[in-house]
């Protein structure tokens, strides 16, 4: 019985948790060191995150309807279906500056809502990474960078594009019945962009308030149950004798 109580209780957080965040992308990874910072004005950087910091509403123009991802912002000219955000890993969500030897593991979610239909790609890139891809994207020749002896970084950065995924209606087959009151269908996505730390290495920090939610009501259900019992037990046994005693 107490199995099946906390069962409906997971299922029922778990659908209010999937009521506030809608529709979501995530990708798990670990904060590692990398080569210093490649400077390269060409790429626009919207607004940095850190493990303190974490949460943050974006918009976006998505693409055409089912455009394919290679097809998406291919070239250097100032692409609206692409955003890059710095990703501050040097200190953790206790605001201590993360050792060398530390490992810690973060979730990226981009949790945005049904309309319009919207799906998103993320790509984490080193700084390095950032730089060859900017060069290769503009067909430049890459230039090796020494970088011996000068001091890592966790710096990171997420890559973001969004492309509309709804069905495209003709125009002929729209029918509205008051044309200057109904706005045209928007293209331009909101969305939150979570940095969530994973305590252990799998338990989002988001998480916690929720997990001891759980323990609390199943540790005050076993506690409650003792008197409980009796007591419907007390009861089954009036009305059994109040049957037993009517002719």
């Known amino acids: 019985m107490q199995l099946r109580f906390g069962l409906a209780f997971c299922a029922l957080l778990l659908s209010q948790l999937s009521l506030v965040y809608g529709n979501t992308e995530i990708l798990n990874f670990e904060s590692i060191l990398s080569p210093p910072k490649f400077h390269d004005s060409r790429i626009q950087v919207r607004h940095t995150l850190d493990a303190q910091s974490s949460t943050r509403l974006f918009s976006l123009e998505l693409t055409p309807h089912q455009s394919a991802w290679s097809d998406i912002c291919d070239s250097m000219n100032g692409c609206p279906h692409e955003v890059f955000v710095k990703l501050d890993l040097e200190k953790n ?26 799906q998103f790609t993320i790509t984490l890139l080193t700084p390095k990474q950032v730089y060859e891809f900017v060069e290769t994207r503009a067909g430049s020749t890459l230039i090796t960078q020494y970088t011996k002896g000068l001091p890592q970084t966790r710096t990171m950065y997420a890559y973001i594009r969004g492309r509309n995924v709804g069905t495209q209606v003709p125009q002929g087959m729209i029918w509205r019945l008051f044309p200057p009151l109904v706005a045209e269908p928007s293209n331009q996505a909101h969305f939150h962009l979570i940095l969530d730390p994973l305590l252990l290495g799998f338990i989002p920090k988001s998480a916690v308030p929720v997990i001891w939610a759980i323990l609390v009501a199943g540790a ?28």
């Open 93 to 118: 969500y206790k605001g201590e500056i993360v050792k060398e030897h530390e490992k810690p593991m973060y979730s990226l979610r981009i949790s945005f809502t049904p309309s319009p239909p919207s």
């Open 220 to 247: 005050f259900g076993a506690w409650s149950l003792r008197w409980i019992k009796p007591y419907l037990k007390n009861l089954a046994l009036s009305v059994h004798e109040q049957m037993k005693s009517k002719p």
